[in-house]
T-cell receptor, first 114, second 113 residues
């Protein structure tokens, strides 16, 4: 069975500081990895994805993530956050081996302070 | 602009009633999905469809059904609503050659009293 763990439920950070949102997963089959952002009262928006190839992936809004297969991690980073980055961030794993499965983490609330 | 819409955005219903949540997309995407979002659980997959007349059960399908009669719509039906189905429901779609890149609707907040 697959699982996704987002290690921090809330991350407060000051504006212009760097941030890392942590995501670990477990799976016995190959996975595809995603980060989504959800602003209040809105649906989820895809930030970035890892399907194959380079383990460092860049997404929208200056975010990037690195796939580490040995540590089964896919941490999200941004070198300098803005107030507008305040939102809920979800890590997700998708497998399509014997049936489509999407497993989402419980989410990390990023709160950017002035 | 192409988009994905959900209706209603908010719904209050009573236990035991049948409820249908609508999802409509104008991207002509083959793949459509329904999720529920609850505190502490992230999103969980209810049902999904790879095309017209195709439906598949997800992780939490009990008490829910879907049907796909055209490309644009995937309505979600709660046959007999239960308080445990109080949640926020999200519809998503993706194109045939890229099932993994899903686009989400704005959500429907359902309260079962």
């Amino acid at each position: 069975a697959q699982s996704v763990t987002q290690l921090d439920s809330q991350v407060p950070v000051f504006e212009e500081a760097p941030v890392e949102l942590r995501c670990n997963y477990s799976s016995s089959v190959s996975v595809y990895l995603f980060w989504y952002v959800q602003y209040p009262n809105q649906g989820l928006q895809l930030l970035l994805k890892y399907l194959s190839g380079s383990t460092l992936v860049k997404g929208i809004n200056g975010f990037e993530a690195e796939f580490n297969k040995s540590q089964t991690s896919f941490h999200l980073r941004k070198p300098s956050v803005h107030i507008s980055d305040t939102a809920e961030y979800f890590c997700a794993v998708i497998t399509n081996n014997g049936g489509f499965k999407t497993i989402f983490g419980a989410g990390t609330r990023l709160f950017v302070k002035a | 602009d192409a988009e994905i819409t959900q209706s209603p955005r908010h719904k209050i219903t009573e236990t035991g009633r049948q409820v249908t949540l609508a999802c409509h997309q104008t991207w002509n995407h083959n793949n459509m999905f329904w999720y529920r979002q609850d505190l502490g659980h992230g999103l969980r997959l209810i049902h999904y469809s790879y095309g017209v007349h195709d439906t598949n059960k997800g992780e939490v399908s009990d008490g829910y059904s879907v049907s796909r009669s055209n490309t644009e719509d995937l309505p979600l039906t709660l046959e007999s609503a239960a308080s445990s189905q109080t949640s926020v429901y999200f519809c998503a779609s993706s194109e045939a050659g890229n099932v993994y890149e899903q686009y989400f609707g704005p959500g429907t907040r359902l309260t079962v009293t």
